[in-house]
């Protein structure tokens, strides 16, 4: 068949579409197909010098060149199953034609996908390497359904986004293309065309479960293979190591900068090895991890996020973060990490614009700009979006096993005009401020959770009044399990960094927490963001000679673990790190050499055991009964004694806190049981750093009445120091 013969079948202008890499529909031209002129397989394979078609071990068709790398091969009649042997400059290479495979995607995924309910969204879009019709592959998947042209990239194709276009899925807006004989390592992108022909900057995949180390930033085929776990225990025991009534003391980390190799190498392996046994040396019950999700920028600490669906490779590959989670778990430990659905970056490799139009976010920057962090908005209102997001936290609690999400900047989710000036926003439907899109998303999100993982946590960063975060969805709530404290944490660090002879005129600064201390779940954060951008360190905030600052912080953390909530500290804190945090460096641990500094660390341990040893000190976080005042009201002198009450047969706890330098004999505190009550923790301890002034182990009831009590104690107090005492039963 000559040349002009084999060009018979191909629409006006087919050709050069092709050529030019503008086809919105490759499958119409490439293949298989039969034509007035008889059966043709069509190829673009530029460069070439030669090809042929290939089944059963034969020879049954040669391509002749028609014009710029389009080939087409006559056959006699087409093979069932063929491959196409092209020839190069550089070398030969055989596999099965992309173009002959049918459609990949099946109707239940289709419509999932138009829906926004695809839950395993990772094992339908993305890089998905599978088997079709008996051959090993790779089959791309992805969401663009204003794109002109998608095409498959990679090392594979020269990068040339003329050699692997992809076929449309209109029904859902999905591109698809199966890549036979490419398997898990494979480097790649999308190249997208927009509606008006532009070619835009190549960009990742947003369902890649692997990518390039960074600065790199294309996706890479994942390996297929599961993880071999062995937590099937801890899962087990889950529910109730994560209940409500349950001890939770949680040590954030940001893993590149906690601790490092010799070399200064910072992988997951190494972390499994160091950072685990330390978090349960310290008592600790879960570690949180500032967002190990994708991102391009580190100097973000991971909260601007484009890999939504894969673990960054600063640490190593995702068998390695899943083989990190097992051992958390062989520790009894357990992994939480905080998750982004409030923004993401506009690099032009990622979701910015991602087929040419606002796909992801908002076409108006008034609803779709962020403009405290240069960040773009999803859009909460799209049924793809909300997917793609729910699919994301699954994929983590799912996968990867792990424990609880703690989902960032909330607030800004739940208002439209949060940072905005008058003019910069668009009120709702009603004229509110209220993000009514983000509200429903939210309590999707947390719906879906509940279903999918009954035992996972969310926990929301949310900064604001806003009523029932932690409430039930059935009551109008938005789910969560928990929410930190920031008004807690602003106030009673506030208190902490003032003069002790100032601290009487703030006394309300640490009451004031248990006015709302019960109307939702509580997480009590001394979070990352205290430590950075000229905060100082917590001891660095702390007043007074270098004894003064110890004693202080060492007070503040006999509060904060005795105060009802769940306890959350940054690394660093437990060393008292004096600078504030450099996510490019690790902690100073050389501090422990020092007695004072050391001294600290051991107390925080001891805290830990006595808080998850003393149910009084836990059971009855989120319940007004586990908590009463004793002494409220001692502003003079900076005294604050509360009772901590735990089930009925929990014998109660008695805290007494002491914010000024000076000791204070002969303290009168009234208590609600007589009997002997011995002191558990006194942070002024000698073997913390402290003076040791105390009350001789324990003491016993007088039968004078104080403070609505028919019996009392009476004590000694230690300058700048938090003692606790146990009813002995």
């Known amino acids: 068949m000559a040349v002009e013969s084999v060009r018979a079948g191909l629409e006006a202008g087919a050709l050069r579409a092709i050529v030019d890499g503008a086809h919105g529909d490759p499958f119409a031209v490439l293949g298989p197909h039969r034509t007035p002129r008889g059966s043709v397989i069509r190829a673009f394979l530029p460069n070439a010098v030669s090809a042929e078609v290939r089944s059963g071990g034969e020879t049954v068709g040669t391509f002749a060149h028609v014009e710029a790398g389009l080939w087409v091969a006559p056959v006699e009649r087409l093979p069932e199953h063929y491959t196409i042997r092209a020839t190069w400059d550089a070398g030969t290479h055989e596999a099965e034609d992309p173009y002959a495979f049918p459609l990949l995607l099946g109707e239940m995924d289709v419509y999932l996908l138009a829906e926004g309910a695809h839950r395993q969204l990772a094992d339908t879009l993305g890089a998905v390497v599978t088997t079709v019709e008996g051959v090993p592959g790779v089959r791309f998947a992805v969401w663009a359904p204003n794109a002109r042209r998608v095409s498959v990239v990679g090392d594979f194709n020269a990068w040339d986004g003329r050699r692997h276009p992809m076929r449309l899925r209109r029904e859902c807006g999905v591109w698809?293309?199966?890549?036979?004989?490419?398997?898990?390592?494979?480097?790649?992108?999308?190249?997208?065309?927009?509606?008006?022909?532009?070619v835009l900057p190549l960009k990742a995949d947003p369902l890649a479960r692997r990518f390039e180390h960074p600065p790199a930033t294309a996706s890479i085929v994942a390996d297929p293979a599961p993880f071999a776990w062995t937590d099937e225990a801890w899962l087990t025991a889950r529910a109730d190591r994560q209940a409500a009534t349950a001890p939770m003391s949680i040590y954030e980390v940001h893993p590149g900068s906690w601790r490092r190799r010799p070399d200064g190498a910072v992988d997951w392996a190494f972390l499994a090895d160091t950072l685990v046994p330390y978090v349960r040396h310290m008592g600790f019950t879960h570690i949180e991890f500032l967002p190990i999700t994708e991102h391009p920028f580190g100097g973000s600490w991971g909260y601007q996020p484009l890999g939504m669906f894969a673990p960054t490779a600063r640490y190593g590959e995702p068998a390695d973060f899943a083989r990190f989670v097992d051992r958390c778990h062989q520790e009894e430990v357990g992994v939480?990490?905080?998750?982004?659905?409030?923004?993401?970056?506009?690099d032009s490799h990622g979701l910015?614009?991602?087929?040419?139009?606002?796909?992801?976010e908002h076409e108006d920057p008034r609803e779709g700009f962020h403009q405290d962090w240069n960040t773009l908005i999803y859009n909460f209102g799209?049924?793809?979006?909300?997917?793609?997001?729910v699919a994301s936290a699954l994929e983590w609690l799912q996968r990867f096993h792990v424990d609880g999400l703690r989902v960032d900047a909330v607030a800004s989710m739940l208002y439209r005009d949060y940072s905005r000036k008058h003019g910069e926003w668009i009120p709702n439907q009603h004229g509110g401020r209220e993000n009514l899109e983000a509200v429903a998303f939210l309590k999707h999100f947390n719906g879906v959770v509940r279903f999918e993982v009954p035992n996972a946590l969310t926990i929301a960063?949310?900064?604001t009044a806003w009523p029932g975060v932690t409430g039930d969805l059935a009551h109008g709530g938005l789910g969560f399990s928990l929410k930190w404290n920031m008004g807690w944490m602003h106030d009673t660090l506030g208190y902490a960094g003032r003069e002790p002879v100032h601290r009487r005129f703030h006394h309300d600064a640490i009451t004031f927490g248990l006015v709302y201390a019960f109307s939702e779940r509580f997480v009590l954060p001394l979070s990352h963001d205290e430590v950075v951008h000229g905060k100082r360190s917590l001891i660095g905030r702390m007043p007074g000679d270098a004894w003064q600052r110890m004693a202080t912080l060492r007070a503040y953390y006999g509060l904060m673990w005795t105060h009802p909530g769940k306890k959350l500290i940054f690394m660093g804190?437990?060393?008292?790190?004096?600078?504030?945090?450099?996510?490019?460096g690790e902690l100073d641990w050389w501090l422990l050499e020092k007695p004072e500094h050391a001294g600290l660390n051991r107390l925080v341990r001891d805290l830990n055991t006595l808080y998850r040893a003393?149910?009084?000190?836990?059971?009855?976080?989120?319940?007004?009964?586990?908590?009463?005042?004793?002494?409220?009201?001692?502003?003079d002198h900076s005294v604050y004694a509360y009772l901590r009450h735990g089930f009925e047969t929990d014998p109660p706890a008695l805290v007494v806190c002491n914010f000024t330098p000076v000791p204070r004999g002969g303290y009168r505190v009234g208590v609600p049981v007589a009997g002997t009550w011995e002191e558990v923790m006194n942070t002024d301890a000698a073997l913390y750093g402290g003076s040791n002034v105390g009350n001789g182990g324990a003491l016993e009831t007088e039968a004078e009445a104080s403070h609505g009590h028919a019996q009392s104690l009476t004590l000694t107090l230690p300058p700048l120091a938090t003692v606790v005492f146990r009813l002995l039963r």
């Open 176 to 198: 698809e293309l199966f890549l036979p004989r490419l398997g898990p390592g494979e480097r790649y992108k999308y190249e997208i065309m927009a509606a008006d022909g532009t």
């Open 336 to 346: 939480i990490l905080d998750w982004v659905p409030a923004h993401f970056p506009a």
């Open 352 to 360: 910015a614009r991602f087929d040419g139009t606002a796909l992801y």
């Open 382 to 389: 799209r049924t793809e979006v909300i997917g793609f997001l």
């Open 461 to 463: 960063e949310e900064s």
């Open 573 to 584: 804190g437990e060393i008292a790190q004096e600078r504030e945090w450099n996510h490019d």
């Open 614 to 635: 003393e149910p009084a000190l836990h059971a009855r976080d989120h319940e007004p009964g586990g908590f009463q005042w004793v002494i409220g009201d001692d502003r």
